[in-house]
């Protein structure tokens, strides 16, 4: 799946890894062109995944996220039923990416094999702390900071 909508990004070059999750951080589908640990995947999909819904608990209106790292930079990109993370090389340059993503995610979303595969997904925003893989010490640190926020900026 990745590799039929996301070409673009998969083919620019210094790009490792794209990955699409729904947002309950089941991974959709993935390309990359190392191996990586099966496990990586699933947990940068759950980071970003507490991050989203952080950002969306505090009413923040952010769809795109870039971090940077010592071996290359993590590019997220959020949609109200999915997210993506891009693994790259620091050499790539972020617009080129974000390009790619806007030709790519038009194409994906009006596609209609996708709005099918849309319709058997949870429409349940990433504001799921009670229900995500949270410890118990987790769980009370978040709702803790969360309480103290109101949910003010």
């Not at 640190?141 to 949910?151: C, N, R, S």
């Amino acid at each position: 799946m990745v590799q039929q909508y996301f070409k673009d990004v998969v083919e620019i070059d210094g790009v490792d890894a794209v990955v699409l999750f729904d947002n309950q951080n089941n991974i959709i589908g993935s390309s990359a062109t190392t191996k990586y640990n099966p496990t990586v995947f699933s947990e940068m999909g759950e980071s970003f995944l507490h991050v989203f819904g952080m950002l969306e608990y505090l009413k923040y209106d952010l769809n795109e996220i870039v971090v940077p790292f010592d071996k290359g930079l993590l590019y997220t990109r959020t949609h109200p039923r999915f997210y993506v993370i891009v693994l790259a090389k620091l050499s790539v340059e972020v617009p080129l990416i974000r390009l790619a993503m806007n030709v790519c995610l038009k194409e994906f979303e009006e596609d209609r094999k996708v709005k099918k595969i849309f319709k058997k997904l949870s429409d349940k925003k990433f504001y799921q702390i009670k229900s995500i893989t949270l410890d118990e010490m987790e769980k009370i640190m978040l709702e803790k900071m969360l309480e103290e926020t109101d949910g003010t900026q």
